[in-house]
């Protein structure tokens, strides 16, 4: 799948090898199975959208998962190919204290001191993103940038990127604690605000157990006197956007691409720093070229997530809207809202840790969700309506 986070496998990847290899599973394996995934819709979405390390890390945090899976091996596929896109909704069952959640209540904690405001909501809706200032206390932007910095030094990168200005981190250093917690920890916003939108308890938490850490390097071959000329450009480029997760037959692997800001990007307005950068309201005017770029061959890899040098998109979206954002900062953007990160014409290396966020009934909702783009958003539909 064509995604920029790289955060969904086939489903034949567990990253072990124990119950992949089995050339078929158990009547009674697919009996336990089958309770357990219609029960817990999420764990559907575990197994389908997350790479080999999510689901380590899962086993490693949640005893019970990892006890099933070692007795009966993974869901079998046969099983996966049939609750995928039918999962029903959660019910009332307690059986399996996933993140310390029961099916039917909040699965992370709430505050309604950090919800969010009547404007914000209409912004999301319009506009398909919110500015939230200070969103992340500086605690945790500081944790995180410890652990990436000690990366760094380390040399524990991801260079698989394409864009040579562009690195990550391993998927086992992305998964610390030191990032997630940008997330999770009970001094965050993020939780309360991700659960306005989706509806109390849609947010599903494996999908908080994992982020990108996207370092965007200064652009060395851009001379200091070339600088404005080049930002300006940037700025007025109208078909540099992308779509994230759509290819090779999928879409819509998430609900929410919710962006952490961990150095500051709000300095000269005339600079580009590698900003984070929207198209307001074009998941709206794009909803029929994206429908159609999905039944395509190559289910919208080119149209919506690749774009190379000599590319010219068919639509021109005019100039971005670039957000200058300042440590803390987050960015919270539909999941079909067209986006780009713009170059880095500064000194100085721009640090930002991107969730990708799912309901917790992903499965389920994602078929109709091409014709309903407010689907996934209970929270909003609510005050909308």
Request: aromatic share 6%.
């Amino acid at each position: 799948m064509a995604s920029v986070g790289g955060t969904t496998e086939d489903a034949s990847a567990s990253g072990d090898q124990e119950g992949w290899q089995f050339p078929g599973a158990s009547l009674v394996a697919t009996v336990v199975w089958r309770k357990i995934l219609k029960e817990h819709p999420s764990l559907v979405d575990l197994f389908v959208n997350s790479n080999p390390d999510h689901i380590r890390d899962a086993r490693g945090r949640f005893p019970e998962l990892d006890s099933v899976i070692k007795k009966l091996g993974p869901p079998p596929r046969a099983l996966m190919d049939e609750l995928c896109g039918a999962a029903p909704p959660p019910t009332t069952s307690r059986w399996w204290p996933f993140s310390g959640a029961t099916a039917g209540g909040p699965a992370v904690a709430y505050d309604s001191d950090q919800a969010l405001t009547l404007d914000e909501h209409h912004q999301f809706f319009g506009d398909g993103y919110i500015h939230l200032k200070g969103a992340v206390p500086m605690e945790q932007v500081n944790n995180a940038l410890r652990h990436i910095n000690a990366c760094i030094g380390r040399g524990d990168l991801d260079r698989t990127i394409p864009d040579p200005t562009m690195v990550g981190l391993p998927s086992n250093h992305a998964s610390s604690p030191a990032i997630t917690d940008l997330f999770n920890d009970s001094k965050s916003r993020l939780p309360t605000v991700v659960q306005d939108l989706l509806g109390r308890g849609n947010l599903d938490p494996s999908s908080t157990m994992h982020a990108q850490v996207a370092l965007r390097f200064p652009s060395a071959a851009v001379k200091a006197s070339e600088v404005a000329a080049r930002s300006a450009q940037a700025l007025k480029d109208g078909k540099g956007w992308h779509i994230d997760g759509f290819g090779d037959g999928h879409h819509s692997a998430f609900a929410l691409l919710v962006g952490v800001c961990l150095s500051d990007t709000d300095g000269d307005p005339n600079v580009v720093s590698g900003n984070f950068a929207v198209h307001p309201g074009a998941h709206w005017t794009l909803q029929s070229e994206v429908k159609t770029a999905v039944s395509s061959p190559d289910g919208g890899a080119a149209s919506l997530t690749r774009i190379d040098g000599s590319s010219k998109r068919a639509t021109d979206l005019g100039p971005p809207v670039v957000l200058r954002m300042k440590k803390g900062d987050v960015v919270i953007a539909h999941q079909k809202l067209p986006h780009r990160g713009m170059p880095n014409f500064s000194p100085n290396i721009r640090y930002q840790c991107y969730f990708r966020i799912r309901h917790s009934r992903h499965a389920a909702l994602r078929a109709e969700w091409l014709d309903d783009l407010m689907l996934p958003f209970e929270g909003t539909r609510a005050i909308m309506v």
